[in-house]
């Protein structure tokens, strides 16, 4: 049982004062995240920096169990839960960042369950109307199902932690979050396609539809059933809250500068959306209604983001933040709103084969327009460029986004970093975006020469030879790239056309080119030999450099 260190914060809101209690977690590598509101008035949360499952009450204190399989188990394998969700059954439930689902009981006890294939991250989860959790996969494209049944279910046959697997059946949807909604269906977000899925559940296999975003770019990353009983979600890419209407269509709803980056959503008790926002120069909690009006609440010091943010069942929301904090937020003092912008800017939308959206994840990122010679640094915010764009990403991240086909409105997502490209798409139907690497090769002076040996040293030429095959080339140029469907990264030996998630091209200074596979499948096009080689998962392939001429 570990105590935690409260304290009583004032947080000066724009007008009047509401209170604040934040707990500090003393142990060792915490990093309280994901959140889950009990019936009893616990909150229970995951703790993936110490492996572990944590609760805090009324009184709190926090007490944490180990997260790992069992604790009489001599070596359990190393578990990184992501989020947590109460089960029908009374237990919490919740995912894995090495692939599975967990459940552990409200005393401590830990269950385990396999899901898909190994090593892909689970990650949003929730309870479904049909006794089962249903949960989130990114890397594999699919959502899933587990069966929860109730204690009484078990005693009577039904049989616990029965797993089936369903994919989203669109490229790069990359589904995140999770909820249920009031007529039983489940929907969930896809910031991959900018895209929300939507799951009807039937008797072999649900029916599962897509609902596209207006704006590009938006990538939704969390949702909530709102206070007027629909599906609210946040969409940082864009930096807008979204929600659907009556006729299931999208509304989005712009944020001011500082609100601009919404993160974890919750229905508040006030009939308004509630959001953890980490823009605007420090960190805050945003309110919304369904009219745009915002309201913003600052958070105290020490700085430290929101990360997750849950409606208890006393009406206060509880929210868990950097710094090992989990905070505890009045929601009943009113505070100064503001009106949302009063001017919207354009929507940013890709034209296959003509203009992709370039945004800036992280880092610094330079480009350059075709028939310019001037690098340029890439703004904040989705920017709008053309094909024939050169992209420098050797300092930072950046987010590419095209059309799949012309008038198709249907777009792909990738990230792209530690390299320079020039992207290219020619404007015909299902052609790929193609990122070609650039740049000189950096190899540096006497790469390819060999040095004299001295004759006290001299050794065979077959040993030589076997010594320099041992030293790997060096590398002149890469690019890394995390995402799926339609791109195709172009070496000078090689191209990697993807069909999964994360990959790597490295043209070497040995003039060859090699292409290796961290995550997915990627199919390989030796230009060389005029060959196509399948990779998966931790393959790679190493294309030769020109052929030469017998002489």
Wanted: glycine share 14%; net charge positive; proline share 8%.
């Amino acid at each position: 049982l570990l105590g935690g260190v409260a304290a009583l914060l004032v947080a000066p809101a724009i007008a009047g004062a509401v209170v604040v209690t934040e707990i500090t977690d003393p142990t060792p590598s915490a990093t309280p995240s994901g959140l889950t509101a009990a019936a009893d008035g616990v909150t229970w949360f995951t703790d993936p920096g110490a492996g572990r499952i944590g609760r805090v009450g009324a009184t709190n204190v926090i007490q944490g169990f180990n997260a790992n399989v069992s604790a009489s188990t001599a070596q359990p394998p190393p578990l990184t839960p992501n989020r947590i969700a109460v089960g029908p059954d009374g237990a919490l439930w919740y995912t894995i960042q090495e692939g599975g689902i967990a459940r552990i009981t409200p005393t401590g006890a830990v269950s385990r369950y396999a899901v898909g294939r190994a090593g892909g991250r689970t990650v949003g989860i929730t309870a479904g109307a049909d006794g089962a959790m249903w949960f989130t996969m990114p890397d594999q494209g699919q959502i899933g199902r587990i069966t929860a049944p109730t204690d009484a279910e078990v005693t009577a046959g039904t049989v616990r932690g029965q797993v089936s697997v369903y994919s989203t059946d669109l490229s790069g949807s990359d589904p995140n979050d999770i909820v249920l909604a009031g007529d039983s269906s489940l929907w969930f977000t896809e910031p991959g396609s900018n895209t929300l899925g939507h799951a009807v559940p039937g008797s072999q296999a649900p029916t599962i539809t897509h609902v596209a975003l207006p704006t590009a770019g938006g990538a939704p990353s969390r949702l909530t059933v709102g206070p007027d009983g629909r599906i609210w979600f946040s969409a940082p890419g864009s930096q807008r809250i979204g929600r659907l209407d009556a006729a299931g269509q999208v509304v989005e709803l712009p944020l001011p500068a500082t609100l601009a980056q919404p993160g974890d959503v919750t229905s508040g008790p006030d009939g308004a959306l509630w959001f953890a926002s980490s823009g605007g120069g420090s960190d805050a909690l945003g309110r919304i209604t369904a009219d745009g009006t915002t309201s913003r609440f600052p958070l105290p010091d020490p700085p430290g983001a929101p990360i997750e943010l849950v409606t208890g069942t006393d009406g206060d929301l509880r929210y868990s933040r950097g710094g090992a904090r989990i905070g505890r937020f009045d929601t009943v003092q009113p505070a100064e709103q503001q009106p949302p912008p009063s001017e919207v800017p354009p929507a940013l939308v890709p034209v296959a084969g003509r203009s992709v959206i370039l945004e800036v994840v992280s880092g610094s990122v330079r480009v350059r327009r075709p028939g310019t010679t001037t690098f340029v640094p890439l703004a904040t915010g989705g920017t709008s460029l053309p094909d024939g764009t050169e992209v420098d990403a050797r300092d930072g991240r950046v987010r590419l986004t095209a059309e799949t086909a012309p008038g198709s409105g249907i777009t792909r997502t990738a990230i792209f970093w530690d390299g320079r490209f020039i992207i290219h798409q020619a404007r015909i139907a299902g052609a790929a975006t193609e990122v070609r690497l650039t740049g000189r090769l950096e190899c540096g002076a006497g790469v390819a020469q060999t040095r004299a040996v001295p004759a006290a040293k001299a050794v065979s030429k077959a040993k030589a030879k076997k010594k320099a095959k041992k030293k790997k080339p060096k590398v002149g140029r890469r690019l890394w790239g995390d995402g799926k469907g339609d791109f195709r990264t172009r070496g000078a030996r090689a191209t990697a056309s993807v069909r999964g998630t994360r990959w790597l091209v490295e043209d070497r200074c040995d003039q060859t080119t090699r292409v290796r596979v961290f995550t997915g499948v990627v199919s390989t096009r030796d230009r060389v030999r005029n060959r196509r080689v399948t990779l998966t998962e931790g393959g790679e392939y190493i294309a030769p450099g020109p052929r030469r001429r017998k002489r």
